[in-house]
Structure formats: structure tokens, C-alpha cells
Nanobody, 125 residues
């Protein structure tokens, strides 16, 4: 079992930056591909970014490419999402997820095994 706890959400003006953190407890963190997903108001949950077990490969949705950066620190059991140049359309609840899955399933939420409770990010115009 893996428990995931997100933090770092909040209210930010458009153009600003936020860094989300997700800390895992339980089984070996480095055994899991990690992903960030989000669900905006009235929308379905969507993939944002994913990172391989070692951190050597990362994947992004087109909507955040060049603005968001995913990283992980396996010594701290933590995955991060640095969000820059925020836009009002980035407003959503952000979830981190852990999966004992191959990298090519990184953007497939159905493949993930564990989910955090989510953290709200609100971007005002």
C-alpha cells in the first residue's frame, strides 16, 4: 500500500508560479512511475505530466509543455510539479498518482494504482 499526500496548491494570479509536492509513504517509492493529473470545474480528469522511476524520462500534456516541469527525489519519496506561466485554464484540483506500470502507460489514469486526495489550484485572470 502507498499513501500519497499532495501539498502546495493555492490561489495565484495568471502568469505566476506554484510548485506542487506529493510525498509518498509505504512501499518503495522508486518502484513506481509517478503522474500528475487534474480535474477542472465541469471537466473530466486529465493527464498533466508523468515521470519514470528513475526520473530520467518525463512526459507532458501538450497544454502544459514548456510551462510545467515534473521532477522527483527518490531519497525524499517526493514528486514535484513546478508550474510556471499559469493560466486561468490551469484551475483544477491536481492529483498525484503512483503506478507499478511501464512508462508508456504514464498518461493512462486507469493504469495507476494509488492516488492522493488532491490539492486545489486556482488561477485568477
Amino acid at each position: 500500500q502507498v499513501q500519497l499526500v499532495e501539498s502546495g496548491g493555492g490561489l495565484m494570479q495568471a502568469g505566476g508560479s506554484l510548485r506542487l509536492s506529493c510525498t509518498a509513504s509505504g512501499r518503495t517509492f522508486s518502484a513506481y512511475v509517478m503522474g500528475w493529473f487534474r480535474q477542472g470545474p465541469g471537466k473530466e480528469r486529465e493527464f498533466v505530466a508523468g515521470i519514470s522511476r528513475s526520473g530520467g524520462r518525463s512526459y507532458y500534456a501538450d497544454s502544459v509543455k514548456g510551462r510545467f516541469t515534473i521532477s522527483r527525489d527518490n531519497a525524499k519519496n517526493t514528486v514535484y510539479l513546478q508550474m510556471n506561466s499559469l493560466k486561468p485554464e490551469d484551475t483544477a484540483v491536481y492529483y498525484c498518482a503512483a503506478g507499478a506500470i511501464p512508462d508508456y502507460y504514464t498518461n493512462n489514469e486507469d493504469r495507476y494504482d494509488y492516488w492522493g486526495q488532491g490539492t486545489q489550484v486556482t488561477v485568477s485572470s
